[in-house]
């Protein structure tokens, strides 16, 4: 069973910082790309970072110059340091991965979403 698990959301004022980090566990042979997701109350689910196996890393236009998305490969896990923060980040931010499962290659190839920790940025 492979599962991704998020941690380090919570209540900050406007301009604040927090970092999120998201690890993996379960049978995994290697981890491709790792995403940060987020969505508002009635809004829909957007990604807000991505970053691939090798480091390579993808911004959505409205968090380019204040996020900044990780990686360690040898843990299998990813993190977020989020400055600068505006009202309009509040949301529940979730990790995603595509993950190859198992103890060799090839095995089965995974879409893995955490299940999301809330971030709140106050006026």
């Known amino acids: 069973q492979v599962q991704l698990v998020e941690s380090g959301g919570g209540l900050v004022q406007t301009g604040g910082s927090l970092r999120l980090s998201c690890a993996a566990s379960g049978t995994i042979f290697v981890i491709n790309d790792m995403r940060w997701y987020r969505q508002a109350p009635g809004k829909q689910r957007e990604l807000v970072a991505r970053?691939?196996?090798?480091?390579?890393?993808n911004y959505a236009d409205f968090v380019k110059g204040r996020f900044t998305i990780s990686r360690d490969n040898a843990k299998g896990t990813v993190w977020m340091q989020m400055n600068s923060l505006k009202p309009e980040d509040t949301a529940v931010y979730y990790c995603n991965a595509d993950i190859v499962s198992g103890t060799s290659r090839p095995s089965r190839y995974l879409e893995v979403w955490g299940q999301g920790t809330l971030v709140t940025v106050s006026s």
């Open positions: 970053i691939n196996s090798g480091g390579s890393t």
